[in-house]
């Protein structure tokens, strides 16, 4: 028997006819399947691991990227066994058994993109019935969240501090766009338009570097910000994040290189520069806020580390 989790990001557009398309799909004997609605911001995180706790070892989430973060967190909630914003808080042997998937229907659908998952749910389904998932690597950060308090989240896609978190800011009602990528876009000149610079100091298992960043990206997936691919050469299997900084551009140099994001290739620019990192930190050097992006969603303030979490949570792919 097949359990199967459907976590429903309300918000979505056509919420009823996709419920409707799932529940005539999955008619064989062989699927147990319930739904799970949100009904606030985080509480996807909360359904999930009701959905865990009631026996359910296929955790399917129906949304866009912040759906996705908060299933993942969801999972990781499942196994916690202290709470002191470190890795030693979850028993990470016990996600064996619980299998993540994703029906992208959010406005980004960026770690989607990565991993090829469709909107097709004959491939969903055709997937579970194969049990077809891999290990995949998590992003585990510590940083201030938006009360300025100690605090701790996983991530699956993208973190980046600087820019990233100003747009995400700004992107709060992305679920009621008409057209995402016109969104975003706006979004990011927007930013660019008033956003200045600021000095960072960063530090990793590889290299130490302090100076003017626009943005700094940790990436564990390739895209972000609705299909840019800012990490060319990520992968979600290597053990490490993919580190991109954006160095002191200037709003024309963004702009101007905005087409080998479209088409995810590598900057080839003096203040752009690409490494891998297990572990890293960031903090900022003047007196201005760093603020964060998670996986689209505006979470906090730097100081911020980053580990790596290799091969810990079985996704559908």
């Known amino acids: 028997m097949k359990r199967i989790a ?48 009631e026996n359910f070892q296929y955790i399917i989430v129906v949304g866009g990227d912040g759906t996705v973060n ?37 406005s980004g659908n960026d770690f989607a993109r990565t991993i090829g998952a469709t909107k097709k749910l004959d491939e969903l389904k055709t997937k579970i019935l194969n049990d077809s998932f891999k290990l995949c690597d998590i992003g585990f950060a510590q940083f201030l969240n938006t009360e300025k308090e100690e605090d701790s989240r996983f991530y699956m896609n993208i973190t980046d501090v600087g820019m990233g978190g100003e747009i995400a800011q700004r ?34 298992d590889q290299e130490t570097w302090e100076g003017n960043i626009m943005s700094y990206v940790f990436a564990n997936g390739r895209f ?14 290597d053990g490490k994040l993919n580190i991109i900084r954006l160095g002191d551009i200037n709003v024309w140099d963004y702009i101007y290189h905005m087409k080998d994001l479209k088409q995810s290739k590598l900057i080839k620019h003096k ?8 572990k890293l930190k960031i903090e ?16 906090g ?15 559908l792919q």
Do not use: W
């Open 171 to 204: 992107i709060v009602d992305k679920n009621n766009a008409f057209n995402a990528d016109l969104f975003y876009l706006k979004a990011i000149f927007n930013t660019l338009i008033s956003y200045k610079n600021t000095k960072a100091k960063f530090t990793s």
């Open 6 to 53: 459907f976590i429903v990001n309300s918000t979505i557009s056509n919420k009823d006819k996709k419920v409707n398309e799932l529940k005539n799909c999955f008619t064989e004997p062989i699927f147990t399947y319930k739904f799970f609605f949100s009904e606030a911001r985080r509480h996807i995180e909360t359904l999930t691991k009701q959905a865990i706790a």
């Open 70 to 106: 908060e299933g993942l967190n969801g999972i990781l909630e499942s196994v916690r066994l202290s709470k002191h914003n470190t890795i030693q808080d979850f028993d990470l042997t016990k996600l064996a058994n619980i299998k993540f998937g994703i029906l992208p229907s959010g």
């Open 271 to 278: 203040e752009v520069f690409y490494s891998t990192a297990n």
């Open 224 to 237: 972000f910000g609705s299909g840019l691919g800012v990490a060319p050469e990520a992968s979600i299997q």
């Open 301 to 315: 303030y730097a100081p911020l580390k980053i580990e790596c979490i290799a091969g810990v949570i079985n996704i």
């Open 284 to 299: 900022p050097l003047d007196n201005k806020d760093l603020m964060i992006d998670m996986d689209g969603e505006f979470v």
